[in-house]
T-cell receptor, first 112, second 119 residues
Framework: TQLLEQSPQFLSIQEGENLTVYCNSSSVFSSLQWYRQEPGEGPVLLVTVVTGGEVKKLKRLTFQFGDARKDSSLHITAAQPGDTGLYLCAGTTTSGTYKYIFGTGTRLKVLA | DTGVSQDPRHKITKRGQNVTFRCDPISEHNRLYWYRQTLGQGPEFLTYFQNEAQLEKSRLLSDRFSAERPKGSFSTLEIQRTEQGDSAMYLC?????????????????FGPGTRLTVL
């Protein structure tokens, strides 16, 4: 059972455009992370959110955790070719386990 | 570089052979995790250790799979009698382990992965 659904699965946009990636679940998460992964490499941590309603910014990337801690979004402003990659959300459920449940992934391609 | 390291980066083997992968976590990280990622999917949890104790195993971890972390530092993942369905990227991650699941100290940092191809 996939607890975290990401949308869209694929996104191809022109340099300079804005985009939003969504990560949704029917379960409550204790914390939620966003990662970016390049082909053949491991995921690289971008941000962690733990409080409902929390908003974090990382340069042109804005991350939001839903009030009920069941969903999250990643917004990229003025996308650049260097933003190309696989974006993954991951979280720990409220069961007390430390393992991550990963989302299905969003593959982003930014064209120059 | 003091990040998570994995060895080998790539492994090609024939069906039925045994393979072993090694993971060296970030120094002083207490928790170590193994995940498996197949093409086009997000990683799936396999198992994790707190120091040398294996605290949780996924149902994905069949009896052909075994993981160890004998001294609470590096870990090995062994797959016996490999099958073509074992072909995947095997990822290792570590976290400091000083906080609960809601703590940012539980952030997991991933290694580059070991790509396994079973012919």
């Amino acid at each position: 059972t996939q607890l975290l659904e990401q949308s869209p699965q694929f996104l191809s946009i022109q340099e300079g455009e804005n985009l939003t990636v969504y990560c949704n679940s029917s379960s409550v998460f204790s914390s939620l992370q966003w990662y970016r992964q390049e082909p053949g490499e491991g995921p690289v941590l971008l941000v962690t959110v733990v409080t409902g309603g929390e908003v974090k910014k990382l340069k042109r990337l804005t991350f939001q955790f839903g009030d009920a801690r069941k969903d999250s979004s990643l917004h990229i402003t003025a996308a650049q070719p260097g933003d190309t990659g696989l974006y993954l959300c991951a979280g720990t459920t409220t069961s007390g386990t430390y393992k991550y449940i990963f989302g299905t992934g969003t593959r982003l391609k930014v064209l120059a | 570089d003091t990040g998570v390291s994995q060895d080998p980066r790539h492994k090609i083997t024939k069906r039925g052979q045994n393979v072993t992968f090694r993971c060296d976590p970030i120094s002083e990280h207490n928790r170590l995790y193994w995940y498996r990622q197949t093409l086009g999917q997000g990683p799936e949890f396999l198992t994790y250790f707190q120091n040398e104790a294996q605290l949780e195993k996924s149902r994905l971890l069949s009896d052909r799979f075994s993981a160890e972390r004998p001294k609470g530092s590096f870990s090995t993942l062994e797959i016996q009698r490999t099958e073509q369905g074992d072909s995947a990227m095997y990822l290792c991650a570590s976290s400091s382990g000083t906080g609960g699941p809601r703590s940012s100290y539980n952030e997991q940092f991933f290694g580059p992965g070991t790509r396994l191809t079973v012919l």
